[in-house]
């Protein structure tokens, strides 16, 4: 019953993204008939090429056909292009795939290293907090600014535009580096800062204040006594961090000249390409939600408070 309710949950959650999305790109000033044209083009111009490409029907029916495309995997086709969504997509995708992945490896030994002290409550706990609130405060923007001022600035250590290899080879890590940094040290402190309350939480707990009487070592105590209970709430924390994180590529990209989805985003916002847009917003919000199915399900069979009843 419970995974049939977190399945319903998950589809609801879709749909009100998808009109969400939808009223957003609605809202937008102006159309990709008029970001094509620059202005030059006449009235009856523009509404032939509106109605060439359906940007005068009726606000529920393009709603509609939209969201019928989606299910059946048609995502539609550029606005600008002309080009299957999908094709322009995919063709960005495993960039910001790497660049994301490579940020989520960075973002939870992180996020897990600082939650633990800055929830253990210790002198040197309240500091681990205190740096923690404050790099999540951050911009993103000043994060890395902060990072290419220091490593590819002072240090040397790493170029500070991280343009992709020309032969379509994988990004090597002195092209990942700034770009992971700067998604990864915000999103950590945020997770930990979720965290933090729950794990400050199990630690005053009677059973995990015996352990430590007992003079068990800190290890273990971490994992028998307080990492179990800190499993589902972690997944469900990464699957929201996550879909930051994901979001937050396009900053990145642009700042670092990486050609990745979050790019192609910002031009396709800024050309009016809605199709382009919709499918790029509904992507992140499926690796949102599908995140936090997976906790869901993860709690249903690891959640020890389920076995004590």
């Known amino acids: 019953m419970m995974i049939l309710r977190a399945l319903v949950r998950a589809v609801l959650l879709l749909f009100g993204v998808s009109v ?6 609605e809202a937008l000033p102006g159309d990709a008939a008029e970001a094509r044209t620059a202005g ?19 606000v529920w029916r393009r709603y509609l056909e939209w969201a019928a495309g989606l299910l059946r995997g048609d995502a539609g086709v550029s606005l600008i292009s002309g080009r299957p969504v999908a094709d ?19 973002t939870v030994p992180l996020m897990l290293a600082w939650a633990w ?16 609130t404050a790099t999540a ?65 199990i630690v005053a707990r009677p059973y995990v204040r015996d352990a430590r009487l007992r003079g068990l070592p800190g290890w273990r105590i971490a994992a028998v006594y307080v990492g179990p209970f800190l499993v589902a709430p972690a997944l469900r924390v990464l ?3 996550a879909g930051g994180l994901i979001a937050a590529t396009a900053v990145v990209e642009v700042m670092f ?5 979050g790019e192609l985003l910002v031009g396709a916002v800024a ?8 499918a790029g917003a509904m992507l992140a919000a499926v690796a949102v939600v599908l995140g936090m199915l997976a906790a869901d399900l993860v709690t249903v069979r690891t959640d020890p408070r389920r076995a004590m009843t």
């Open 20 to 25: 969400m999305v939808f009223a957003a790109t």
């Open 40 to 58: 030059r083009a006449t009235a009856a111009q523009l509404a032939e090429m509106r109605a060439a490409t359906s940007l005068d029907a009726a």
């Open 88 to 106: 322009v997509i995919g063709q960005r995708l495993p960039a910001t795939a790497a660049l994301a992945g490579a940020a989520i490896l960075v």
């Open 117 to 132: 002290p800055a929830g253990a409550g210790s002198p040197a706990g309240r500091l681990v907090a205190a740096v923690v």
């Open 137 to 201: 405060a951050v911009p993103q923007v000043v994060v890395a600014a902060a990072l290419t001022a220091v490593f590819a600035g002072m240090l040397a250590w790493f170029p500070p535009i991280s343009l992709l290899p020309a032969d379509g080879r994988p990004p090597g890590l002195s092209v990942l580096a700034l770009p992971t940094l700067s998604l990864a040290l915000p999103a950590a402190a945020y997770g930990a800062m979720l965290l933090r309350g729950l794990v400050a939480d």
């Open 239 to 241: 699957a929201v961090v």
């Open 257 to 261: 000249g990486y050609a990745g989805l």
């Open 271 to 278: 050309n009016r390409d809605v199709p382009v847009v919709q």
